[in-house]
Nanobody, 121 residues
Framework: QEQLVESGGGSVQAGESLTLSCGFSGRDFTPLAAGWYRQPPGKQRELVATISRGASTDYSDSVKGRFTISRDNAKNTVYLQMNSLKPEDTAVYYC???????????????WGQGTQVTVSS
């Protein structure tokens, strides 16, 4: 049974950077895609970044140019480098493993517990 554990969240000032990590276990991670979601307080969860098994990446417009998703298959880990953080980036961030069907990303049913990112102005 796969498990995902996020880490690296915290409280920062606007303009600063954070790197989130997601450790994956329970099955072979290499053939899977991965994605980071976030849920701001009182809002719906949104997909912000994905990475295919071949390391192709995609981003939501709200984070494009500021966030970078990457993966290290040898460590079964996915990262989210977040630069130039804004107060509107404040959210709980979740990582997922999943698959692409065409250009659409479908997360697996199991999610991590999330990590809180708070950006103050």
């Amino acid at each position: 049974q796969e498990q995902l554990v996020e880490s690296g969240g915290g409280s920062v000032q606007a303009g600063e950077s954070l790197t989130l990590s997601c450790g994956f276990s329970g099955r072979d991670f290499t053939p899977l895609a991965a994605g980071w979601y976030r849920q701001p307080p009182g809002k719906q969860r949104e997909l912000v970044a994905t990475i295919s098994r071949g390391a192709s990446t995609d981003y939501s417009d709200s984070v494009k140019g500021r966030f970078t998703i990457s993966r290290d298959n040898a460590k079964n880990t996915v990262y989210l480098q977040m630069n130039s953080l804004k107060p509107e980036d404040t959210a709980v961030y979740y990582c997922t493993a999943g698959t692409f069907i065409g250009s659409a990303y479908y997360p697996n049913s199991r999610w991590g517990q999330g990590t809180q990112v708070t950006v103050s102005s």
